[in-house]
């Protein structure tokens, strides 16, 4: 999961175009549609993992936020603040436990569809080796070649077509039963949306809310008594709204790009079907 959180955000812009080249290729005779809707499938889920505990994280500086503009006569010990925020943000900790376990999920199919589809397939070498030999060794009572000297490379190369071919059978057979879940697939892109739309995003919209209460209401109490603290206080606030405003924009890309993605999962099953593979 460590790896996910640090692919960068701006690959969210990709998403689309890589599933629709995807498409587009998916009448090749090799797997390369498949390996570039795996691989974007990984970066979508390590787009979702870079910003899936912003939830949590507000959540808590909101907490944080509350209390620390409270009235001076109010005790204020951050061991106890902080812990008083994590029991009251404890549920959506508990949601955002949860919807990784959905990515973890994501990021390991799209693992297994890369592997399958890969170009590196066996090629059952210690077989191939024999064939060459016998090919070559295999001699008349007069001592000629048995398959002249001219045929015996396309013999050999017969050999390691029937290899290759045999392997890329099961490969497809794999990869076929994998993008027959397409169902299983998009619900849990579905969740992924979910939460996105139903947790990240009113979650961003209500701690920005907060900062701006925060500065209108909560700071002037304490601009005689404490002029710098607040003037402090107020540039960390104009850069938590900032912040919170990048994070909202690539929420809300992301929450384009899953849906892209669903219809993607359902487009390249369809034509991995039709090729009859």
Not at 36 to 42: K, P
Not at 138 to 157: F, M, Q, T, Y
Request: with cysteine; hydrophobic share 45%.
């Amino acid at each position: 999961m460590n790896r996910m959180r640090r692919t960068s955000l701006s690959i969210l812009a990709r998403p689309g175009l890589a599933i629709a080249i995807a498409l587009q290729v998916a009448g090749c005779a090799d797997f390369s549609a498949v390996r570039t809707y795996a691989d974007d499938t990984r970066k979508l889920g390590a787009s979702f993992a870079a910003i899936a505990d912003t939830p949590v994280r507000l959540c808590e500086s909101q907490f944080m936020m509350q209390e620390q503009t409270r009235d001076a006569f109010v005790a204020f010990r951050i061991d106890d603040v902080r812990a008083k925020a994590a029991a009251d943000c404890a549920p959506v900790a508990q949601d955002n436990t949860h919807i990784l376990s959905l990515v973890a999920l994501l990021d390991n199919y799209a693992d297994t569809l890369a592997a399958l589809a890969d170009e590196r397939l066996p090629r059952y070498s210690a077989e191939l080796k024999g064939l060459g030999e016998a090919v070559t060794d295999l001699k008349d009572r007069s001592g000629e070649p048995v398959v002249p000297e001219n045929k015996a490379k396309a013999v050999i190369s017969l050999g390691k077509l029937v290899s290759r071919l045999a392997t890329e059978r099961v490969a497809r057979g794999e990869i076929k039963q994998l993008l027959e879940q397409s169902e299983a697939v998009n619900a849990t892109t579905s969740a992924l949306q979910w939460y996105a739309s139903s947790i990240t995003r009113p979650q961003l919209d209500t701690y920005r809310q907060r900062a701006q209460l925060t500065m209108d209401k909560a700071l002037p109490r304490f601009e005689k008594t404490e002029p710098l603290a607040v003037r402090i206080y107020a540039v960390t606030l104009v850069g938590e709204q900032d912040r919170a405003k990048r994070l909202a924009a690539e929420n809300e890309s992301l929450i384009a790009a899953l849906a892209r993605h669903r219809e993607a999962t359902l487009g390249l099953r369809d034509k991995f079907d039709k090729r009859g593979n």
